[in-house]
């Protein structure tokens, strides 16, 4: 228990057997074979920032002049306002929610966990306009308050709350499948030591639990607030003044793009800022066990007179978040099919969405394992400043992502101009942070300890990977990857500008419908993108249902 609290509380338990690895100050004795493939998934990732200081040297001393305008600023304050309040909004709806799905007896437990992510499977642009056809001045609620009692109007939804609102539905589920994947790895041997020294079930979770659950809640609120830096779709619908809407209008409404990249290497410092901060705080604690012994299958808890409110506190979540845009859908597929719009469910598109996010999914995943074993296993100022450097295309719009590549393979690379492979690398460079951060929190479960024995075993490195690290943390790899592949199916601005010519996706269908006006003929290939996209998302998530259910 005291080295558990020793762990959770800061202090890394220390390492015992084997040769001392303090071979370098700044590698920590990391082999070749680990931080090269790490230092050029690194260098790929920083290439959009690249582009952006080319482009950004071109203006002289008018960056330097657009950096202190007054407008600069006041995009500064919107855009941190705006990623604070989802961020914090996350958090809030994820940790009841994880804990009730993962460690109670939560009355369909199942159907919970698996309905509570979905809203991942949503596109941001998709999710504004059922907010403000919904809940607008003017929308579906409206219409029926003024049928029962009158109402001729809402309050506007549209700016900041209409944007947080948005945008946090639609993101919260990025710390809940953080929260899910670390809850399932994680020993509660320390949770029934606390208990049996008198501390009750409140005081358990904020004493020891809540600690070892802050890498999850880190990784995931990371994920959102840079989720919310990138967004384009929801802040330009609900028309909130973001760096992202901004820096889209400068590089649609110019022919100058130097202006464009100077906002968006300010949109860069502020993700650099982040990323020092939640460095900063997680700070140097181990969360593994410190001892050996079997992991201890947790207890699930038992709600009694609680389980109406948690059931209540489940379905409120996924009405907004989930049946709400997909009412609206129907609502319009219906509409349009009585006005003789065609059903046109775009197979085509469908296969080639699936296909391409599939692929960016196992690339992300693959790119992102030294990156995690180095940062993780080998701590220090190098692979710290690897990790940091995964997350620099996404907080860029996939606009600045997509044209940055565009200059790359034009004048480097022609033979992947205008590829798939081109278009698998914008997904990649824009979302490997969904898999580094689920990787890392998963493995800093795993105890160096179990691969040190595998090592005095005879086990080499890949082998070691294999048959224990991989294994136990195989929730974290499974989680990233089907973070990246349910955010490649509704990435809209890097394909726009990379596809192939004739390769459409269900996403370029469903913008090219809404840029015009037709929501009707939007309806079908938006369901079916939900659709697509909640296939993986059932079966991890009942099988996560039952991993927890053997466990309990």
Request: proline share 6%.
């Amino acid at each position: 228990m005291n080295q558990g609290r020793e762990e959770a509380s800061g202090r890394a338990a220390p390492r015992r057997g084997g040769k001392s690895r303090r071979r370098s100050p700044l590698l920590r004795g990391a082999p070749a074979a680990l931080w090269l493939p790490a230092l050029v998934v690194a260098v790929i990732m920083v290439l959009p920032i690249g582009y952006l200081v080319l482009r950004a040297s071109q203006g002289g001393t008018d960056i330097l002049d657009l950096i202190w305008r007054p407008r600069t600023f006041m995009l500064l304050r919107n855009t941190v306002v705006l990623a604070t309040i989802v961020t914090v909004a996350s958090v809030l709806i994820s940790l009841p929610a994880a804990w009730l799905t993962s460690r109670t007896d939560l009355p369909w437990r199942r159907f919970w966990s698996v309905a509570l992510v979905l809203p991942l499977a949503v596109p941001s642009y998709v999710g504004a306009f059922a907010i403000v056809a919904a809940l607008g001045p003017r929308g579906l609620l409206q219409s029926r308050l003024e049928t029962l009692f009158g109402i001729e109007r809402l309050p506007e939804i549209y700016g900041l709350f209409g944007a947080a609102l948005t945008l946090t539905l639609l993101s919260y589920p990025y710390v809940l499948l953080t929260l899910n994947a670390t809850i399932s790895s994680m020993d509660t041997a320390l949770e029934e030591a606390s208990r049996s020294m008198g501390y009750g079930s409140l005081a358990t979770f904020r004493k020891v639990t809540l600690p070892l659950l802050r890498p999850a809640v880190g990784a995931g609120s990371l994920l959102v607030a840079l989720y919310v830096f990138s967004d384009f779709g929801a802040v330009s619908l609900l028309q909130f003044d973001s760096f992202t809407r901004a820096i889209y209008t400068q590089y649609t409404g110019s022919f100058d793009r130097t202006l464009a990249a100077g906002l968006a290497l300010v949109l860069v410092g502020l993700t650099v800022t982040l990323l020092g901060f939640e460095s900063w705080s997680r700070g140097g604690a181990g969360y593994h066990r410190s001892t050996a012994g079997v992991m201890r299958p947790s207890r699930m808890l038992k709600l009694g007179r609680w389980k109406a409110p948690a059931v209540a506190y489940c379905a409120t979540v996924v009405g907004l978040a989930l049946v709400m845009p997909i009412g609206v859908i129907l609502y319009w597929l219906v509409r349009g099919l009585r006005a003789g719009e065609p059903l046109r469910l775009v197979w085509d598109a469908g296969l080639n969405s699936a296909y391409v996010s599939l692929l960016a999914a196992l690339v992300a995943v693959l790119l992102s394992i030294p990156v995690v074993l180095l940062s993780v296993r080998h701590a220090g100022p190098f692979s710290g400043l690897i990790e940091r450097a995964t997350y620099a295309g996404y907080a860029l719009p996939g606009i600045v992502v997509a044209l940055s590549l565009v200059f790359f393979g034009a004048n480097y690379a022609p033979f992947l101009y205008q590829t798939t492979g081109m278009l698998v690398l914008a997904y990649v460079v824009r979302f490997i942070p969904q898999a580094v951060g689920s990787m890392r929190a998963a493995l800093l479960q795993v105890s160096p300890h179990i691969e040190e024995a595998a090592r005095s075993l005879g086990y080499n490195s890949p082998r070691v990977w294999l048959s224990v690290t991989g294994p136990l943390a195989r929730h974290g790899l499974l989680s990233g990857g089907l973070l990246v592949f349910l955010t490649v199916m509704k990435e809209l601005p890097a394909t726009l500008l990379l596809r192939p010519i004739g390769f459409n996706t269900l996403a370029t269908r469903i913008w090219g419908a809404t840029a015009e006006g037709f929501w009707a003929r939007a309806a079908a290939p938006a369901l079916l993108l939900i659709l697509i996209s909640a296939i993986p998302m059932i079966v991890i998530s009942l099988r996560q249902s039952r991993v927890d259910a053997s466990r309990g």
